[in-house]
Every structure is written in structure tokens, then in C-alpha cells.
């Protein structure tokens, strides 16, 4: 039996959770985990997922999202797969911003057909982190 998933996501029951962006289709299969699913962004979360097309809104994005971010949360982003037309987004891309506003990347997977998906956290205290898409702001 295939993992769910609501599972690979690490969606937690009870976990204050928000989508933003997310198609119809997605949010239904996401919303089904046992999780505290909100509409607005206030307070913390411990699982933020956005779903976003374009370098210049994930970029404007992330830092109001990872603001909201609790320490031990995550903050996952998805983005077209392949060479969708209506997308500039990459893997390399969406590393590189996430590092930018001071986040780690630690997994990807498939979400579904059309959409990946990668997970930041907040990087650990005294950890190196070496990535070649991206530095953290301390690294410049």
C-alpha cells in the first residue's frame, strides 16, 4: 500500500496548518489529513505549503510566510513540474530563494502529476550546510 500523502508532507494530526495558492484538487487530498487547517495567516504554523508559478511571487512570498513559521515547522513549496510554459521556477530556483530568506531545504517529492513539492526548515544551530543552488544569508 502506498504511502499517503498527507504522510510524505509530514502533516501532523492537530498541527495549525495553512495552504496558500494550493489548486482545488490538492487542497481536498491535503485537507483530509487530521490537521488544524486555517484560511489566514496569523500566528504560527507548524506546516505552511505554497503553491506558487513564478520566481518574483515566491520570492515576495516567502519571508511573510517563513515569519508565521514555528521553529520546529515546515514550509513547503510547490511549483510546476518539467518545463511548464507557465512557470520559471526550477529546482535549482526554488532552492536558491528559500536559502536566500535563511531556510534549508530537506526533501522533495511529488505531489501529483503536475506539481513537486520541497520542504524548508529553519537550519539547525552549529550545522554547515553546503549546498551549491543556494547560501544562507550568514554564508555571504
Known amino acids: 500500500m502506498p504511502t499517503p500523502l498527507t504522510a510524505k ?12 495558492g494550493a489548486p482545488q484538487d490538492v487542497s481536498e487530498v491535503l485537507s483530509s489529513a487530521d490537521a ?29 510566510l517563513k515569519a508565521h513559521l514555528a521553529n ?24 536558491e530563494i528559500g536559502y536566500t530568506h535563511g531556510l534549508v ?6 505531489v501529483d502529476t503536475k506539481w513537486s513539492a520541497i520542504k524548508f526548515t529553519f537550519p539547525k544551530k552549529g550545522k554547515r550546510y553546503n549546498n551549491s543552488y543556494g547560501k544562507l544569508p550568514e554564508d555571504s
Open 72 to 95: 520546529e515547522g515546515s514550509l513547503w513549496v510547490s511549483w510546476p513540474k518539467g518545463d511548464a510554459d507557465d512557470t520559471d521556477l526550477s529546482l535549482k530556483k526554488v532552492i
Open 105 to 110: 531545504e530537506s526533501k522533495t517529492i511529488a
Open 9 to 20: 508532507l509530514g502533516i501532523k494530526a492537530g498541527s495549525r496548518s495553512i495552504l496558500i
Open 36 to 64: 488544524k487547517f486555517v484560511k489566514s495567516l496569523t500566528g504560527e504554523f507548524q506546516y505552511i505549503h505554497l503553491f506558487v508559478m513564478r520566481q518574483k511571487a515566491m520570492d515576495s512570498k516567502f519571508p511573510k
